[in-house]
């Protein structure tokens, strides 16, 4: 390993890089709590001035994995609708597959210009979270717990609230709902040999109606919806903590546009559309692991250096309340100094962790549990 590769794992950059991040978003939210003064007046300048606000927050971990990691990530498309992207509004179906895809998805937006102006429908827990989650708030993230009867309205609103969005968005969705595990597959599948539905290999059922009721409320304002999925190559199996010590992946990302005109307007009818789109997914992925690669043009989309330019600026920012804690406590020694400086070192580091511990795949939702109850009895 290369000197630059063993500073990576080191803990105090890790330390110095929790740090950053945790003292940008507290300032990010603090600011942005401010700008809700703006929101009575001047709804849209509240709304372009947030977009620029969590841009500070989601880059820099954009940044972790295109810099820091600095991970490949090869993009197959049609070149026809290559230039499209970014200049629309669009729905962007992601699977569900790795502990990073989230973050894929996050680096797709940045590749494409929409980052700070990206949504995902999260979960409500997610909106208590300091930094990631407060920032959602204030960005009109679409938050849900996961009960149907209960979210329906709350989501429909949250859509609905879109639809005079004044930048270009993707609406980023998980129509599986949870991360790929082969205990929630089959679940999955015996949910789809009750239902009478084809069986899939490498995904769980789509969730239809959270999907159906996005499209219906963002018809005629959304362009088209973007069926993505995500493979690392080599059998990588990428994690957030693996990106944090810099270790580098080779992503392949799959993009087809669909205009939405195409998507079924019938509940019904779009949840057929949806299935059969899985099953092509699935086919596709069964394609990848044969060949090791997808259909389409491969494009690897220009880096963009805002995300490094923005981390290195709140990295120099927060780096002289630091440096002089670091010096009083050196001229202190006191041993009072020395134990509370050490105690915020591990609150930063858990604290970091905690929300990495948010994403992973053991702390996903119980999918299939009730509709497998309810078979069964």
């Known amino acids: 390993m290369n000197i630059i590769g063993v500073l990576k794992s080191q803990f105090l950059c890790h330390l ?107 979960k409500k827990e997610l909106c208590y979270v300091p930094v990631i989650g407060w920032m959602w708030y204030f960005l009109e993230i679409v938050f849900c717990k996961r009960k149907w009867e209960e979210d329906r309205k709350t989501v429909v609103q949250g859509l609905l609230n879109l639809r005079d969005y004044p930048e270009h968005f993707w609406f980023l969705i998980h129509c599986e709902g949870t991360r790929f595990t082969e205990k929630k597959h089959e679940i999955s599948m015996q949910v789809a040999e009750a239902k009478g539905l084809p069986k899939l290999k490498y995904h769980l059922l789509p969730r239809t109606k959270g999907f159906a009721v996005t499209v219906q409320s963002l018809r005629n304002v959304v362009s088209a919806v973007y069926d993505s999925t995500l493979n690392f190559r080599n059998n990588e199996n990428p994690t957030l903590l693996g990106v944090l010590n810099g270790k580098k992946y080779h992503a392949d990302l799959y993009v087809r546009r669909i205009p939405l005109e195409e998507v079924p307007e019938n509940d019904q009818e779009c949840a057929q559309w949806l299935h059969k789109v899985y099953q092509e997914k699935d086919a596709l992925q069964e394609e990848y692991y044969k060949t090791g690669t997808y259909p389409g043009t491969a494009v690897i989309p220009r880096r963009r250096p805002w995300t490094l330019l923005n981390w290195l600026f709140w990295a120099s920012l927060l780096s002289y309340p630091l440096c002089k804690v670091l010096a009083n406590l050196l001229s202190s020694g006191s041993y009072l100094t020395l134990a509370v400086f050490a105690l915020l070192m591990v609150i930063v580091s858990v604290g970091v962790r905690r929300m990495i511990g948010v994403t992973e795949i053991d702390r996903g939702s119980t999918y299939g549990n009730n509709e497998n109850k309810q078979k069964q009895t």
């Not at 992207?85 to 929409?114: M, P, Q, T």
Request: aromatic share 16%.
């Open 16 to 122: 110095f890089i929790s740090y950053v991040f945790i003292g940008t978003g507290l300032i990010i939210n603090l600011i942005q709590l401010f700008t809700l003064v703006i929101w009575p007046f001047n709804k849209q300048l509240y709304r372009k001035i947030n977009c620029r606000l969590a841009y500070c927050v989601s880059s820099q971990l954009v940044m972790l994995l295109e810099w820091w990691s600095d991970t490949d990530c090869t993009l197959y498309t049609d070149l026809t609708n290559y230039s499209k992207y970014g200049k629309e509004n669009a729905i962007v179906i992601l699977n569900h597959n790795f502990e990073i895809d989230f973050l894929c998805g996050w680096n797709f937006s940045e590749r494409f210009g929409v980052l700070g102006s990206s949504k995902v429908l999260a």
